[in-house]
C-alpha cells in the first residue's frame, strides 16, 4: 500500500497537470494572442512546474520540510509559494483571454483527481502511517468533490447535469469544492507534530512532508483551488 502511495501521487500529478496543461494548449489559438505570447505562455507554464518540482524536491529531500523545529517556516513555502503564484496567474490578464475558450466541462472534470487522492490516503492510512482524520473514514469529505464532479460532467444520450446549472450554482458547487479542501488541509496542519497539534492520535501526519508524498500538499492541493478559482472566474465572465 505504502509502495502504491509512492507511486499513486507522483503518477496523478503528471498526468492532471499534463491534461490541466493540454487544455491551455488547445485554447490558445482560438485566443486573439500572438503566436510569440502563446508560446511564451506555454513556456512559463512548464518553468513552472518544473522548477518548483525542483524546489519541492530539495526542500522535502534535505529534511526541511518534515522538520518540525521550524515551524510554521518549514511548510510555509510549500503553502504559501503556490497559493500566491496560482491567485496572480488565475485573475491574469491572459487567462482572462483564454477561460473563455475551454469549456466549463472540462476544467470541472478534472477534479474527479481528488478521488484517487482519497484512495491513497487510505492506503497510507491502512499500513498505519497516516491518522484516520484524514482519510473519508475519518474526518476527511473531499472525495465528495471528486464523486461530484463526475456526476456534473457525464453526459448521457446527450445530457449532461451541468448543462443545466446556472453560473451562480456552478460557482456554489466550487465554493463547496473550496471548502471541503480548506477542511481536511486544516485537519492536516492540526494532526502535524506542532504546537498547534489538535489531534493527538498516532501517527502524526507527517509522511506528507517526505518525497515524493509531499507532491500532495505541493501540487495536487494547489491543483483542486486552482481548478475551483478557474471554474469561478469563468462562470463570472461568461457571456
Known amino acids: 500500500m505504502h509502495n502504491a502511495a509512492l507511486i499513486g501521487f507522483p503518477l496523478i500529478t503528471v498526468i492532471f497537470y499534463y491534461l490541466l496543461y493540454r487544455e491551455f494548449r488547445l485554447a490558445l489559438p482560438k485566443t486573439s494572442l500572438t503566436a510569440e505570447q502563446q508560446q511564451k505562455f506555454t513556456r512559463r507554464l512548464l518553468l513552472a512546474f518544473f522548477g518548483w518540482l525542483g524546489f519541492v524536491y530539495i526542500w522535502s529531500r534535505f529534511g526541511i520540510f518534515s522538520n518540525f523545529s521550524l515551524f510554521p517556516f518549514n511548510a510555509a513555502p510549500v503553502i504559501l509559494i503556490p497559493l500566491i503564484t496560482i491567485v496572480l496567474f488565475t485573475f491574469s490578464k491572459n ?121 500532495l500538499p505541493a501540487f495536487l492541493v494547489p491543483l483542486a483551488y486552482m481548478l475551483h478559482l478557474l471554474s469561478i472566474r469563468k462562470a463570472a465572465i461568461k457571456k
Request: some cysteine; proline content about 6%.
Open 95 to 215: 487567462i482572462k483571454e483564454i477561460l473563455p475558450c475551454i469549456p466549463q466541462e472540462n476544467i470541472i472534470k478534472l477534479q474527479v483527481f481528488r478521488f484517487y487522492v482519497e484512495v491513497l490516503l487510505w492506503a497510507l492510512f491502512s499500513v498505519s502511517i497516516l491518522p484516520v482524520q484524514m482519510t473519508f473514514e475519518g474526518r476527511n469529505f473531499d472525495v465528495i468533490t471528486g464523486v461530484t464532479a463526475v456526476l456534473l460532467t457525464t453526459r448521457i444520450s446527450g445530457f449532461m447535469l451541468l448543462d443545466k446549472m446556472s453560473n451562480a450554482l456552478v460557482i456554489a458547487w466550487n465554493i463547496l469544492g473550496l471548502a471541503l479542501l480548506i477542511n481536511i488541509v486544516v485537519i492536516a496542519i492540526l494532526s502535524m507534530p506542532t504546537p498547534l497539534r489538535v489531534f493527538m492520535n498516532e501517527p502524526a501526519n507527517t509522511i506528507v512532508t517526505e518525497f515524493p508524498i509531499s507532491m
